[in-house]
């Protein structure tokens, strides 16, 4: 072939590798949402755990998905228009967490799916008809708020102050459907509670006053927005009045409260990705079952134990999966 002829067929593959190239469709680049009502520092484990779920199964930033990530700061009335927000983006999923935020993301929209990550009762807060068949736009991982699991936290408590009859209880109470189911626990164990309901960053100074006055023995912290923020601002408090804690993530032990039993969070974000996956290769939000947690893992604290001035039970240290020293 003379050098004339080879240029021409040469160019010539060129155009047309490059119209084939141009009928080929660009891979989709998929945007998900992912909202918080904690602030982005304070979750950033949370979201790393997600993100990294996604990239396990083939999922590169930028190439494949854009994430749309947007928080709160503690500020519950900010989560509306957020998750309104996230839907004018147009987003292909929305993940977010308890049952505060899912309801702000069903309020904004019906047909974009959601992902819930512990989500106290859905079925009971309306978000989905069975954990086996949601039947709508929601699906994901509950948290387990049955009375059995709420008394369990409750007997832990016990062992640390066999004589315990009154309970403090902080969390956000208007907007979590397992206070019912605590205080049915309670009932039935003959232990009074005494709940700080808050709503604001600021309500924490007040809530602690609130239970000292009422003399209680303890405090159970229940996993929200807001005691995620401040897990380790309660910490703190509870260390300078002398108020073993409880809470129902871990997280919450290594900021350090004293003790804390049920699954790592980080798992249960990184577990949604599964779904975002299968939404994202054409499942259905309604079709797809809810997931509980199937671990729980009862983490201690020594450090706060000894600046509580307490000896733990040696029964609970070996039951620990993880005891900080």
């Given at each position: ?28 680049v ?14 950033a ?17 930028g190439?494949?998905?854009i994430?749309?990530r947007?928080y709160?700061d503690?500020?519950m ?31 904004a929209?019906k ?49 640390i ?7 403090g ?11 019912v189911?605590?205080d049915?626990?309670?009932r039935?164990?003959g ?7 808050m ?8 809530a602690?006053?609130m239970?000292?006055s ?5 405090l159970?912290v229940?996993v ?7 897990k380790?601002?309660i910490?703190e ?5 002398h ?9 919450y ?15 249960l ?31 201690i ?16 240290l ?8």
């Amino acid at each position: 072939m003379d050098r004339r002829r080879f240029v021409r067929a040469f160019a010539g593959g060129l155009i047309v590798a490059r119209s084939v190239a141009e009928a080929q469709p660009a891979a989709k680049v998929y945007r998900i949402g992912f909202f918080l009502g904690a602030s982005g520092e304070s979750v950033a484990s949370l979201f790393g755990a997600f993100s990294k779920g996604l990239r396990d199964l083939g999922y590169v930033e930028g190439r494949d998905v854009i994430f749309e990530r947007r928080y709160a700061d503690g500020h519950m009335d900010r989560l509306p228009e957020i998750a309104a927000e996230l839907v004018r983006l147009r987003v292909d999923v929305i993940v977010t967490g308890s049952s505060i935020h899912v309801a702000a993301a069903r309020q904004a929209t019906k047909t974009i799916p959601i992902v819930m990550v512990f989500t106290a009762d859905p079925v009971q807060a309306g978000f989905v008809t069975s954990l086996a068949r949601p039947g709508g736009n929601v699906t994901g991982l509950s948290a387990d708020a049955s009375q059995d699991l709420w008394s369990k936290y409750l007997t832990i408590l016990k062992e640390i102050v066999p004589k315990l009859s009154r309970v403090g209880v902080l969390g956000q109470v208007k907007t979590q459907v397992e206070f019912v189911e605590l205080d049915a626990a309670s009932r039935k164990l003959g232990i009074a509670l005494e709940v700080a309901d808050m709503q604001n960053p600021g309500d924490l100074d007040g809530a602690f006053s609130m239970l000292i006055s009422k003399r209680v023995g303890v405090l159970l912290v229940v996993v929200s927005p807001l005691t995620y923020l401040l897990k380790e601002s309660i910490a703190e408090s509870a260390i300078k009045y002398h108020l073993p804690t409880i809470s129902n993530a871990n997280q919450y032990a290594e900021a350090g409260l004293l003790m804390s039993y049920g699954p790592k969070l980080e798992d249960l974000y990184r577990r949604a990705a599964t779904y975002v996956d299968k939404i994202l290769r054409g499942a259905v939000p309604a079709d797809l079952p809810v997931e509980q947690p199937s671990r729980f893992e009862l983490t201690i604290n020594l450090k706060t134990a000894r600046a509580l001035g307490l000896t733990m039970p040696q029964s609970l240290l070996l039951r620990a999966e993880e005891v900080i020293e």
